[in-house]
């Protein structure tokens, strides 16, 4: 495990915009770098995103690899995992972390099968022990316990909830190399796309969400829901019976 060294994020993007997941763990990332002494970069896979790229350069990273192609315009998720493997397998950084989004629970753990490694899902939390091992934090059992999870390959890998960690400070006179990645395409025999219609609520990004569940009598109860998340300056969320249901 020796030969492995660094840190690296990987830095989701979606419509050639840099997701803030990123950011944050890049913040995280770069304090657990300054810790270990290790250098923190990261990888991204989009088109045409050159000067995007420089983000990631100022929000923390030291070196960040580039894979630009119009396939990863969106998200291709065969071609995605070949290429980022391809890379850890080339750079071997100890840590590798992606943010707990449905793209990267849906990346994350094609790419630990692929490494023969093991992924610790959905943390809200990271540390290092006095040995530099990766301490992964996430709620077990529905959430009764917290645990504390080494992993004992190489990489650690983990995906990290979204808004639980702070993104560093974006400083754009901060210097860093970036580096062109030949790309190399697979026959997609699937694809699986992630796209945002602009009609709908993204929950993600609210800071407030008024949420009902089996707990209303009927579907035009959801107005009181509205009015109160309209006077919070939130969105309405909804459990899973309800969507069941079609009322949501």
């Not at 998340?229 to 899973?240: H, I, M, P, Q």
């Amino acid at each position: 495990m020796k030969e492995y060294t660094g840190l690296m994020v990987f830095a989701e993007q979606r419509g050639g915009e840099i997701h803030p997941v990123s950011y944050e763990l890049l913040g995280k990332g770069r304090e657990i770098a300054d810790k270990l002494n290790i250098e923190l970069s990261s990888v991204l896979l989009g088109n045409q995103m050159e000067e995007e790229v420089k983000e990631l350069i100022y929000h923390g990273a030291d070196k960040v690899f580039l894979y630009d192609h119009p396939v990863f315009r969106d998200f291709d998720v065969l071609n995605y995992k070949h290429n980022v493997v391809k890379l850890i397998r080339e750079v071997k950084p100890e840590i590798f972390l992606l943010g707990a989004t449905h793209l990267g629970r849906s990346l994350g753990p094609r790419v630990a099968a692929a490494l023969e490694t093991g992924l610790t899902a959905d943390c809200i939390g990271l540390d290092v022990d006095e040995e530099g091992n990766l301490i992964q934090i996430r709620p077990a059992f529905t959430g009764n316990l917290i645990a504390h999870i080494k992993t004992m390959t190489r990489p650690q890998m983990s995906t990290i909830r979204y808004k639980v960690m702070q993104k560093g400070e974006r400083n754009p006179d901060r210097k860093g190399e970036i580096i062109t990645k030949a790309v190399e395409l697979v026959d997609p025999m699937l694809t699986i796309m992630n796209k945002e219609r602009s009609s709908e609520v993204n929950i993600a990004e609210a800071d407030v969400i008024v949420s009902g569940g089996r707990g209303l009598n009927r579907s035009g109860d959801l107005s009181i829901l509205e009015d109160l998340a309209g006077l919070l300056g939130g969105v309405v969320g909804a459990s899973r019976p309800l969507v069941d249901d079609g009322w949501v």
